[in-house]
């Protein structure tokens, strides 16, 4: 999850008073790729040997979907974590973020076994880790980090990170791993290195994203396919709201939804609930005891066909037709997998009722992020509808954003 990432950046759109849209156009791409490079000149000295940027990612359907072996429909965003890097002699990794100030060092013998390194560097020391378990000869190297991915909103900041560092490793080692081995390697950096139960979505969106494309994964065998997800050829756009909602004991939270899922499939008979069909809801949920087992069967069961009929709806050029799909994506967040806080239902209803076609919640809940699919020109008023309905309920105003989808990781 993203709590605990790390680096972050003093001028974050976030941190806009008022309600105003920001575009996230490449703008502040070019900004947080010169503040790696000038971290990395201040920190250590000359020009780095390359720069690796890597986005946050929102996920238009399928909610905790993954760790089912289930569907998903992300997109990476404009924003990003750029890792500006050279090579150092032996296995030293020496670590410098705009947001912590003081650089982390560590060796071989801190990336021996899990848990050496913590705070942010683990992200980065859990990359290393991982690479080196998989028996890759990985370089040593000076690496300086700064980012545009608010931290705890839910936008992925910690695969961000993974993903740029992981790049930047691959490349300046000249490792041979190809890119869809990538995801799986990040997630096991967050899995057992950082300590994080995570699924596969944010590594894999982060990744293997493509501009003006949603990523359609399944997450059992991994097979992606790049839907076309061009919002402003249908007059639309994603409104991004960052709740600001502090996030709620998310991690645990977290956790117990995939144990309720993982015992569910157990007592189901199935690997996953993937293997549920949605035809066969009922008769699955008439063998389960428990109501709250039951919500949670359903939420699962009826998220991935929810991922399925999306999909088939951008495939027909029909963008605008998914909101009523977003919607009920939301309502089963709330209602059946109980995931998302009164903060992320404000700006979700607000939404709605200035106009949108469909709101939603994305990522793992208790706080976070809600995309809101809008006309391109009633963004704006949905934003202030939004903001407004903050403040009457005393709620510390949201963040805005207008998501274009954009690459996944990559060299500059
Ligand atoms: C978090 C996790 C993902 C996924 C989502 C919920 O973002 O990191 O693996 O489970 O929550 O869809």
Redesign the pocket.
């Given at each position: 999850?993203?709590d605990t990432a790390p680096p972050a950046v003093p001028a974050s759109p976030t941190a806009r008073p008022r309600a105003a849209v920001d575009p996230a156009r490449p703008g502040p791409v070019a900004d947080v790729a010169d503040r790696a490079a000038a971290g990395f000149a201040d920190r250590y000295a000359g020009s780095p040997a390359g720069r690796w940027a890597a986005p946050g990612r929102a996920?238009l359907i399928?909610?905790?979907?993954?760790?089912n072996d289930g569907f998903?429909l992300p997109f990476a965003l404009p924003l990003r974590t750029v890792v500006a890097a050279d090579r150092q002699d032996g296995p030293r990794w020496t670590v410098w973020s705009e947001l912590s100030g003081e650089p982390v060092s560590f060796g071989a013998d801190e990336v021996a076994e899990p848990g050496r390194v913590t705070g942010w560097a683990a992200y980065v020391a859990g990359v290393v880790w991982a690479l080196r378990d998989a028996g890759h000869d990985v370089p040593g190297a000076r690496l300086a980090i700064a980012s545009d991915v608010p931290l705890g909103s839910?936008l992925?900041s910690s695969?961000a990170l993974e993903a740029a560092v992981l790049a930047a490793l691959v490349d300046l080692g000249g490792l041979d791993l190809p890119a869809e081995r990538w995801p799986r390697l990040a997630q096991r950096a967050e899995n057992a290195y950082v300590g994080?139960p995570?699924?596969?979505?944010?590594q894999s969106a982060v990744i293997r994203c493509r501009a003006g494309h949603a990523l359609f994964l399944d997450c059992r065998t991994e097979a992606i396919e790049h839907i076309p997800f061009d919002l402003a050829a249908a007059g639309l756009a994603v409104l991004v709201v960052d709740s600001r909602a502090p996030h709620r004991h998310a991690d645990g939270e977290?956790a117990a939804r995939r144990a309720a899922c993982e015992r569910a499939a157990h007592l189901l008979g199935v690997p996953a609930l993937r293997d549920v069909p949605a035809a066969g809801l009922d008769a699955a949920l008439a063998r389960l005891d428990d109501d709250e087992t039951r919500r949670r069967v359903r939420h699962v069961v009826t998220e991935d066909q929810r991922v399925l009929d999306t999909v088939e709806l951008l495939r027909a050029g029909r963008v605008r037709d998914t909101g009523p799909l977003l919607t009920a994506s939301h309502a089963s967040m709330r209602d059946d997998f109980e995931i998302t806080v009164p903060e992320v239902d404000t700006a979700v209803e607000a939404a709605l009722a200035a106009g949108a076609y469909g709101a939603r919640m994305t990522?793992?809940?208790f706080g976070g992020c809600v995309l809101a699919l809008v006309d391109a020109d009633r963004a704006d008023a949905v934003a202030d509808a939004v903001t407004a309905a903050y403040a009457e309920r005393g709620y510390r105003a949201p963040g805005l954003y207008r998501a274009t989808p954009a690459p996944g990781a990559h060299r500059l």
């Open positions: 999850m993203t996920n399928g909610e905790h979907t993954d760790y998903v839910g992925s695969a994080a995570t699924g596969i979505l944010d977290y990522g793992g809940g």
